[in-house]
Structure formats: C-alpha cells, structure tokens
C-alpha cells in the first residue's frame, strides 16, 4: 500500500499571457482547470482508471501567480473511500529571477472511480499514512467527509425542489436561489459542450466547466464594478449530475454581497439535451472577486443595498460566508508560513 507521499504527482506550468485574467496575472477559471487537471491526475492513478469530479471544497486564493511566474501544483491522495479519493493541492508561485517560492492556494478536491458506464467503481488500492504528519492529513480527510455528507443531503434536497422538468425545447426559468425574480444583477451565458471538452467517453471534464463556471460570475462582477476583477475564493462546491457531450450548459449568475471592495456571487449551472428539452441541476458555485483599480490593486466596489426579502436572504447567507471565509484564511496563511515544495523533498 502507497503512502500519501507516494502518490503525489507534480504539475509545472509556466503562465503566459495567454493564461491571464486581469493584466498581468492569472486567470482564477484557468487556476481552477489546472487544479483539476493534477487531481485528476492523482486520483486515477491511484484508482487505476477513470475518475470524475465529484466536489470542491473552498479554494482560497492568497494571491495570484503573475505572468512570467511559474506555477507548481502538487497533488496527493489523503484519502479513500469505497469508490472516492479525496485529493489535496497546493499550488506555489515561483518567480523565475529570484527562485522565490510562495504558497498562492491550496484545496481539496473529492474523485469518484467509475466504469467506461460512468457509474461508481470500487477503489481497490489503499494509502497507508506514515507518521504524524501523514495520519493528520488522513484525520482531517474524514472530518471534511462528514461535512460534505451533511452539505450533500441539504443542497440535494433544494436541488430537487428546484429542478425544472419539461418537454419544451425553451428551457424555462428555474426557480432556485440565483434565479429569484428580484435578482436586481444578474448574468447568463449558455455554450455547447463538445467533445474535446471531454477527458474520456462523453462526460464534460470539470476543469472545463469550472473555467466557465469562473468567467460567467467575473464577467458579472465587472459590470457591476465598472473595472477588472480578481477571483479571490470559491466556496465548497458539489456536482449533483453529470455533464455530457452534446448537451447544453446554461449559467446563471447572480449578485450575492457586496462588501468594502469584495463581491460574491452565485453561480448555478444547468445542464439541458435539447433534444428532449430535459433540463438538469449540475451545481452551484458561489464566488468572491476582488475590485482592482489600474494598479491591480484592490479599490471600493460600488455600494449596494438588498431591498428585496430575496436579496436580503441572499446577502445574510454570504455575509456567513464571508466570516467563515476569513477565519479560514487567516488559519490557513498561519498553516502554510514558509511552505515550499522544495522542503517536502
């Protein structure tokens, strides 16, 4: 049996231009995709096949890595379920003129093994954790499962209750919480999925969805902002339905909270097969973005008021967010002081 050493896997990237969002810097979509891509890494070779995305727990970007920087991500199974694998990485700037490294965000993302049916697998492999270190990761994986298990039941059950059923080929509105008539900001976009957008078989690969998912709600924000916006956190995030080629992606954002010169927004995303007019929950994704004024630095987001009971609603949930999001971060940026992947050897 491996240890949790034993399977990491390392991506390098280095960050073009082509790779930014606000001038300068990387995309946050484009983080998220890479971040997919080396945990998806990681989980299939542990599961010897195929692996899905199943969740995200929070990512917190601290900062972002520049263009001309080089981005590193390590990988590594922490645990492992009957037919799931919990995948933590940490990801690292490293400027290439100085050789600093600096730890920019770090994440856990939950795979789940399936078959060429996409249906769930058994995981035949087991971690064996060595030493302190080791049985703390896997003590803190089991306590992140309990949480999702509690998330997973509650957000499964709103899911239900908003899920549009039809037969028309107009998908009509669903009712949900992005999707109140009194969302005063809101923003969709629709695009095809195609099959380059899928890692094997039909499926769509997350790392594509969450790079959408990630431009729908910056787009949003800077309309509201009047400026460039920088991602500066997702909170957990489960998929409720598979994505497949073919089919269509709606995604619906909407303005949550506003604060001095952060804002958060939720993203829903619906899947349809438009030849049935079969319209599908897939997730929901809330997510902060900072307000940067020329100097890429933050500036005062423009103030809003929530008027409505539904804005209201909206916003006292992402102001628990927020308070929960900055005693995690403040934990985390204590956690990883002087990190660096050249000192896991």
């Not at 073009?16 to 070779?45: K, S």
């Not at 009509?172 to 809101?186: H, M, S």
């Not at 604060?259 to 899947?271: A, F, I, M, P, R």
Request: glycine share 8%; net charge neutral.
């Amino acid at each position: 049996m491996p240890t949790i050493a034993e399977t990491t896997v390392e991506k390098i990237e280095m960050v073009f231009p082509e790779h930014a969002g606000a001038p300068g810097q990387i995309h946050g979509g484009r983080m998220m995709e890479w971040i997919t891509e080396a945990g998806t890494m990681a989980a299939a070779r542990v599961a010897r096949g195929q692996v899905v995305l199943g969740a995200m727990d929070d990512i917190d970007f601290l900062h972002p890595v520049k263009v001309g920087e080089i981005a590193i991500l390590r990988a590594q199974v922490e645990y492992i379920g009957r037919s799931s694998l919990e995948v933590g990485v940490r990801v690292w700037a490293e400027n290439v003129s100085t050789g600093a490294r600096s730890v920019t965000l770090n994440s856990h993302l939950v795979f789940v093994s399936v078959g060429d049916d996409i249906r769930p697998r058994p995981v035949r492999e087991r971690i064996e954790p060595r030493g302190a270190t080791e049985l703390a990761l896997v003590e803190a994986a089991r306590q992140r499962r309990e949480q999702r298990l509690a998330r997973w039941t509650k957000r499964r059950a709103q899911s239900q209750d908003a899920e549009p059923r039809t037969t028309s080929n107009r998908p009509p509105t669903a009712q949900g919480e992005l999707e109140a008539p009194d969302t005063t900001w809101r923003f969709e976009s629709v695009r095809p999925v195609l099959p380059e957008d899928a890692l094997f078989g039909t499926t769509m690969f997350a790392g594509k969805l969450l790079m959408a998912l990630d431009e729908a709600g910056g787009i949003l924000s800077m309309r509201y902002c009047r400026g460039l916006v920088m991602t500066a956190c997702l909170d957990a995030m489960d998929f409720y339905a598979p994505i497949s080629t073919h089919e269509v992606v709606t995604f619906k954002a909407g303005l949550n909270y506003v604060g001095t010169s952060s804002l958060e927004v939720g993203v829903k995303v619906l899947t349809e097969k438009p030849w049935t007019g079969e319209v599908r929950h897939a997730c929901t994704a809330f997510l902060t973005y900072v307000h940067l004024g020329p100097d890429l630095r933050p500036r005062p987001c423009p103030p809003f008021t929530p008027e409505t009971p539904g804005e209201r609603r909206r916003w006292e949930a992402a102001r628990e967010r927020r308070e929960l999001r900055l005693a995690r971060v403040k934990r985390l940026k204590a956690a990883l002081a002087g990190d660096s992947p050249a000192e896991k050897g």
